[in-house]
């Protein structure tokens, strides 16, 4: 060990989307917290940029994300209200898809499980109400009423300067290069020193694979790119006038967006599907014709009034775990490391939530929320 070491409670790596809310919730409670990240804090090489992520309360992803997400709601609101600028805004969301899609079929098994506040709309109702959007006629349609965005560069920056208002340290481009676990210490190098603590903390996304040795499961980064365009009437797509939405076409493919948002001009949109397999490393953030023309023909077949000028693209990245839903865990091997990686873009919106269930993991040893169903033992992997 050096002698230019330093000792905290906990070291958070990676300062991101989950990091920065952890740090926070750490420092809120008197941790001696050290954050470590590669890049900036925040930045937008990873999967916490784009100027609005969804979240939703009719999730159709599993309905044991419901209790996690209440609490989510409740801490994005309680992290605006600290730092005076808007993080969430409720618009409404519809979750549409032809019979026996998952983005509906699973969005209403979460509602009727949940008692969640919803509206069923028929094809013909949804057009009067959201005129946006050309349906077929034999697609479903739900309304969350809870469903909305929240603003994730603001988020981010929001829980880093009240994590360090509270007395958090927090590193910027400085590089986890090697870290090993004995006993009760876990001792971490990094390019510009060596650091220890009773607790580690992983919150590396895309880059988890590198950072982390024998998690047991196998995770993939994939390639996303997300798009602007300026609509043909853009009154339609304005705040207010325009819900989130998740469509599902006939070959299970998923698009969603956002009304415009003054942050950055445009409607935005993206795919939800695993794009290409990536290495974070050399990932190819130049866009491409073909990352336009996907979104083209969503826009021409469902959204016709927004099929405008192209004005951005930007590439994101999906870590992927093997069934797409969250891991949250201690390591297989070490007591003393947690894990929470394999967001699979759909982990934004839980952020502020897996803050606090990281931090109680870490001080308590558990987690007042239910996130058993994220552990790495669904995957035969021992904790």
């Known amino acids: 060990m050096s002698e230019t070491s330093k000792n905290f409670d906990a070291i958070v790596i990676g300062v991101g989307t989950m990091g920065s809310a952890v740090c926070c919730q750490l420092a809120k409670r008197g941790v001696s917290v050290l954050g470590l990240e590669r890049f900036d ?15 939703r309360l009719a999730y159709f992803e599993h309905p044991d994300y419901v209790p996690l997400l209440r609490r989510s709601y409740e801490l994005w609101e309680e992290l605006q209200a600290e730092i005076g600028r808007e993080v969430i805004a409720i618009t409404g969301g519809l979750m549409m898809g032809p019979p026996g899609a998952e983005v509906f079929e699973g969005s209403l098994r979460s509602v009727r ?32 009423h809870k469903a909305g965005l929240v603003i994730p560069e603001r988020a981010v920056a929001g829980y880093a300067e009240l994590a ?27 390019s510009r020193g060596e650091y220890s603590a009773s607790r580690v903390i992983f919150c590396g996304g895309a880059w988890t694979e590198q950072l982390v040795r ?10 996303q790119p997300l798009v602007w365009v300026w609509p043909k009437k853009p009154e339609l797509f304005e705040r207010g006038k325009m819900p989130v939405w998740i469509l599902e076409q006939r070959d299970g493919a ?11 001009p445009g409607f935005k949109l993206a795919t939800h599907v695993r794009g290409a397999v990536s290495n974070p490393e050399t990932l190819d ?22 099929d405008g000028p192209l004005l951005s693209m930007r590439i994101c990245m999906y870590t992927n775990s093997p069934d797409f839903q969250f891991i ?56």
């Not at 360090?164 to 990094?190: I, K, Y």
């Not at 698009?255 to 950055?264: E, I, Q, R, V």
């Not at 073909?290 to 009034?305: G, K, M, N």
């Open 254 to 264: 998923a698009h969603y967006g956002f009304p415009m948002l003054a942050d950055n």
């Open 285 to 306: 953030r130049e866009v491409h014709e073909s990352d336009e023309a996907t979104i083209r023909s969503v826009l021409r077949e469902f959204i016709p009034e927004a």
């Open 41 to 55: 804090i925040p930045h937008a090489l990873g999967a916490h940029h784009g100027y609005s992520r969804m979240i």
């Open 328 to 383: 949250i865990d201690k390591h297989p091997q070490h007591e003393n490391v947690l894990i929470a990686c394999g967001f699979s873009g759909h982990g934004f919106k839980c952020a502020s939530a897996i803050g606090q269930v990281l931090a109680e993991l870490a001080i308590e040893g558990k987690s007042s929320l239910p996130i058993d169903f994220l552990s790495l033992k669904r995957f035969g992997v021992k904790a």
């Open 214 to 223: 024998d998690l047991g499961v196998k995770l993939t980064v994939t390639r």
């Open 164 to 190: 360090l208002r509270n007395g958090a340290e927090l590193h910027g481009h400085e590089q986890v290069l090697a870290w090993e676990s004995e006993g009760n210490s876990v001792r971490v190098r990094t």
């Open 113 to 144: 499980e949940h008692h969640l506040p919803h509206e069923l709309l028929s094809v013909d109702e949804a057009a009067k109400r959201f005129p946006q959007f050309r349906l077929p006629g034999d697609f479903r349609v739900l309304l969350d």
